[in-house]
Nanobody, 121 residues
Framework: QVQLVESGGGLVQAGGSLRLSCAAS????????MGWYRQAPGKQREIVGH???????NYADSVKGRFTISRDNARRTVYLQMDSLKSSDTAVYYC???????????????WGQGTQVTVSS
């Protein structure tokens, strides 16, 4: 079984920072892209950004210059550093990973359970 577990969410004032972590565990052969998404109340889930296994990143326009995604392949962990937070960043943040559970299987996407980030103005 594969699990992705997020941590680091919470309440922060506007202009502040938070760092989210997402650790993958279980029967994992290899991990390709890892990413972060978010879903605000009453809105659809949207992409925040992705990072490739080689460290290449891309971000949604709404977070460029404020958020940074990184990963530690040895720890199977992806991070989301969020700076200059705005009230519009309030959402449940989810990580995902495109990974293989064995050499013979195709890659599939797995999701974490989500962590709440609330930015007060």
């Amino acid at each position: 079984q594969v699990q992705l577990v997020e941590s680091g969410g919470g309440l922060v004032q506007a202009g502040g920072s938070l760092r989210l972590s997402c650790a993958a565990s279980g029967s994992i052969f290899s991990i390709n892209d890892m990413g972060w998404y978010r879903q605000a109340p009453g809105k659809q889930r949207e992409i925040v950004g992705h990072i490739s296994s080689g460290g290449l990143t891309n971000y949604a326009d709404s977070v460029k210059g404020r958020f940074t995604i990184s990963r530690d392949n040895a720890r199977r962990t992806v991070y989301l550093q969020m700076d200059s937070l705005k009230s519009s960043d309030t959402a449940v943040y989810y990580c995902n990973a495109d990974l293989k559970t064995s050499y013979w299987t195709s890659a599939s996407t797995y999701w974490g359970q989500g962590t709440q980030v609330t930015v007060s103005s």
